[in-house]
């Protein structure tokens, strides 16, 4: 479809077709924590140190008992801390055990030389993560025992061992962040959780069904995982809901659990059309004769569901280091509603945003009408790597981050892009959310829109009443809204469009 769905929006020229999309350039110094992982995996290095069948050294410090990184990491990056941790961050978004360690103690400030990057709001997060991890608690390189003390597994290496050590003391510091936290606080740390894992596709929506689910351990893990036993407080002895409810460990209560909600992500996950996550919905439902019967409802709620965030709290420690966002576009439909920001998007509409958040002072309406500073001053508060070109991510951005601070053009025009895929993939519970965010704001334009989504049933609309819809269309002509035909035909066949599928 053309950008006829924005022909009510726009007031300005069209975005230059020569303004070609620019690739994300990566930096030479690239994290290398992964390695760690993958190196004793395939080749069997001793990496913890050669070890027998007990865990790690109870009279050892973490010099003998932690995994190792690599001193790139761990060493003084004070010149280049913003480098440093926006390396982190990519490794630590695409799920790497170590890099989400490494920032828990970052933010921690554990070193005086990160003092200025303080936040335990932001170290809570990637501890949490790092718990979360399959990386952090499966098996590698065991083998049977034999001999005279009998059948059972040892490891190969003490690789286990020290994975076991650094969630053990992991479980210990977030226990302590998150007692000292408001409710408020602790309720931060869990959404960033959930935005973080939700833009990992199925492998994090089954993690979030597991951190709901009763018959894991606190944060995902098998139930009879030591780490996550010893975060219960107890061993041996009462089931595993007596075990959480008189658990003290503020680290167990951070995602309390319920059927409704692993049955949720589950769903979820099996949405993303990964066919092992449809295998594991359904032995979901087989696991107990109540969830089964919970289908329908949650289906419901599924198409309803939308993250925490547009994106990643867009906030910053005194510093001025952004927290930045390294999760990326995944797949054709991510690719494809990128690549529509060049033809169909109006400029203006980036230009209005650009204006609204202070980066320009008159509303640019072509990508040439910026400067290399005014687009230098918008990625530093995105957090991405300052180079002066102005990529179809960073438009997408600066719409969403105008929105999530409150435009009403820019709520607008975010909920368009929903609706019609240009720059995100079409996704009409969020274009829905957008729409009802600026009607808050009495935007004419948004309570026809959600009238239209009212009185032709939009999946992912909790509200299909006809009578509402009528209410709102009424409401949008006192608001001054008047569609023009060609509008009002846009969004119809945005709508039809949407029950064919």
Not at 286 to 304: C, I, L, Y
Not at 482 to 493: C, F, K
Request: glycine content about 10%; charged content about 25%; overall charge neutral.
């Amino acid at each position: 479809m053309s950008s006829t769905g924005f022909e009510g929006l726009v007031m300005g020229d069209r975005e230059d077709r020569g303004d070609h999309a620019r690739g994300v350039a990566r930096r030479p110094a690239t994290v290398v924590v992964a390695l760690v992982a993958s190196a004793v995996a395939l080749t069997g290095l001793t990496s913890c140190g050669e070890g027998g069948p007990s865990l790690w050294r109870k009279d050892g410090a973490a010099a003998v008992n932690a995994c190792p990184r690599p001193a790139s990491l761990t060493g003084s990056e004070f010149n280049a801390q913003e480098q440093g941790l926006r390396a982190l961050r990519r490794a630590a978004f695409r799920g790497d055990f170590f890099a989400q360690l490494e920032l828990g103690t970052r933010y921690a400030a554990v070193r005086a030389t990160d003092k200025n990057i303080e936040d335990p709001i932001e170290s809570a997060v990637w501890t949490g993560l790092a718990l979360a991890n399959e990386e952090g608690y499966a098996p590698i390189n065991r083998v049977e025992r034999g001999g005279l003390f009998g059948g059972g597994l040892r490891a190969l290496s003490r690789y286990d061992d020290c994975r076991a050590w650094e969630r053990h003391n992991a479980y210990q510091k977030l226990d302590e962040q998150l007692s000292r936290m408001s409710r408020d606080e602790q309720e931060q740390v869990r959404d960033r959780m959930i935005y973080v894992l939700s833009t990992q596709d199925a492998k994090g929506f089954r993690t979030l069904a597991r951190l709901h689910d009763g018959l894991f351990g606190p944060f995902g893990e098998p139930e009879d995982n030591p780490q996550g036993r010893e975060a219960y407080g107890r061993k041996d002895g009462a089931n595993r809901e007596e075990r959480w409810r008189a658990s003290r460990n503020a680290a167990v209560n951070l995602f309390q659990r319920n059927d409704v909600d692993a049955y949720l992500y589950n769903y979820l996950a099996v949405q993303t059309g990964d066919v092992g996550a449809y295998v594991l919905l359904k032995d979901f439902e087989r696991s107990s004769p109540t969830r089964a019967r919970s289908g329908s409802f949650v289906e419901a709620k599924a198409r309803q569901w939308v993250p925490p965030y547009e994106f990643y709290p867009n906030e910053a420690p005194p510093s001025g280091v952004p927290f930045s966002d390294e999760s990326r576009p995944r797949g054709d439909a991510y690719e494809y509603a990128l690549s529509r920001m060049q033809g169909e998007m109006p400029f203006v509409h980036v230009g209005r945003a650009l204006k609204f958040l202070g980066v320009t002072e008159d509303v640019a309406r072509e990508p040439n009408g910026l400067s290399k500073r005014q687009v230098e001053t918008l990625e530093a508060m995105l957090g991405h790597p300052m180079d002066g070109f102005l990529s179809p991510l960073e438009k997408v951005r600066a719409i969403q981050l105008a929105a999530t601070n409150g435009s009403s053009d820019a709520q607008m025009v975010l909920a368009v892009m929903y609706s019609e895929g240009i720059g995100v993939p079409a996704d009409y519970a969020r274009a829905f959310h957008w729409y009802s965010m600026a009607d808050k704001q009495g935007n004419g334009e948004a309570k026809f829109a959600m009238s239209t989504f009212f009185a032709l049933g939009v999946a992912g609309v909790s509200d299909q009443d006809k009578a509402q819809a009528v209410a709102y269309r009424i409401d949008s002509a006192f608001e001054g809204f008047g569609p023009s035909a060609s509008r009002l035909q846009a969004v119809l066949a945005q709508v039809s469009r949407s029950q064919r599928r």
